[in-house]
């Protein structure tokens, strides 16, 4: 099934079933008037909106139209957001960007950041920053959102902790990002808000392109109207969601509703374009030795989608404009 989260004047949101055309949609407040309500208590919620996901197809239960503008993220705000960095195309790229050498262990152990995740942004909410000096970059990726996970789990065991998919803008401001890391602390000022697709849904949505819990399907991005990338989500990744919950249970159990990010979505084969603005950057230094692609500027648009083998959008897209900061 696919659901969703209406905009609301409560900051959760409400939770809406949405039809597989993304089309038409319903809201089941007999059930859970929120994802995160549903998360809490999903084995017994999720047959109940399984039912209500199979009327709404068969046109057997009122409904409204699906705007996907009207949208939050599917958790307008998660009491975790991970992100990993699973493609290891992509963290060489962007490691040799800002002369950086590689971790000694990066084929065996997933690198992992703690986002904020206080406020998430719905698919066509602004990028919003203070100024264009801080190198504003788009980062498609795949994401999960699990139920409880305890501390300890197994690769093996943490495939069932996965509920949900979908995909996510993880933002980056790149001029800030070297004098954070050199800190030895992490990120904080380069990594704004996130952005999340119209909707989340369960792995029997995705059929036969959820293998090896990976996600298989191209991930398209386009930047003010033209093709930037359609970097395949299964093909280089080096960790996959099983591996990447279970690193970030290590030492510590997971609640329901924590999401778990994949990292941008990145190929060796450099025909298949990019997924963020650094690693075409990156790409031009080696292949002419100068990056010519500058970051984005106030106007600009990206668009993030996934689409079937028949060009149906599984998630709906990511559309955002950047803005300045009033």
Known sequence: MKLGTLKTKHRDGTLVVVDKQLSRCVMAPDIALTLQAALDDWQDISPRLEAIYQALNNGACKSMPFEPGQMAAPLPRAYQWLDGSAYL?????????????????????????????DILLGPHEAIVAASEEYGIDFEAEVAIITNDVPMGVSAADAASHIQLVMLVNDVSLRHLIPGELAKGFGFLHGKPASAFSPVAVTLDELADDWQDNKLHRPLTVHWNGELFGQADAGTDMQFNFA?????????????????????????YDRTAGCSCIVEKRVVEIVESGAAVTPFMRYGDRVRIEMLTPQGQSIFGAIEQVVKPWA
């Open 89 to 117: 195309s992509h963290v060489e790229r962007v490691r040799k960007a800002r002369g950086a050498t590689l971790p000694p262990d990066l084929l065996d152990d997933p690198l992992m950041y703690q986002g904020g995740s």
């Open 243 to 267: 591996r990447l919950i279970s690193h970030a249970a290590k030492t510590r159990c997971l609640g329901a509703g924590t999401i778990i990010g994949s990292g941008t979505v990145s190929n």
